[in-house]
């Protein structure tokens, strides 16, 4: 869970989910995280060990960014989505047409 919530496609549909409030900020409650559902996760013990290994990284002030990484290409792959689908994500190309898709990809079985 908490790879999927420091993730870009979460950080990217957020945007989505969550009202935006004065300051460029974002309203959080039960609510708004109830309206999300994330898809069940085959590989969790993966994730589970880079989260501690970014935990422990970070504790020494150690760079994480390689790890982050490949925490967001596992979580692009669990979710198909294509390269110009994880371009937009990354904010190398334009958003417009994949608001409608943002919303939907992390919805499937399992609610948050």
Do not use: C, W
């Not at 334009?94 to 898709?101: D, L, P, Q, V």
């Amino acid at each position: 869970m908490t790879a999927f919530l420091n993730s870009k496609l979460f950080k990217f549909a957020f945007k989505d989910y969550f009202p935006e409030l004065l300051g460029d900020t974002r309203e959080i409650r039960k609510v708004f995280f109830e309206k999300i559902t994330i898809k069940p996760y085959i590989i969790s013990e993966i994730f589970d060990q880079k989260v501690v290994l970014i935990e422990q990284l970070k504790a020494q002030n150690l760079p994480t960014f390689k790890d982050e990484q490949e925490i967001d290409r596992l979580i692009f792959r669990h979710y198909d989505l294509t390269s110009s689908e994880i371009s937009i994500i990354e904010g190398s190309a334009s958003i417009s047409g994949f608001s409608e898709k943002s919303t939907s990809l992390i919805s499937s079985s399992v609610s948050v």
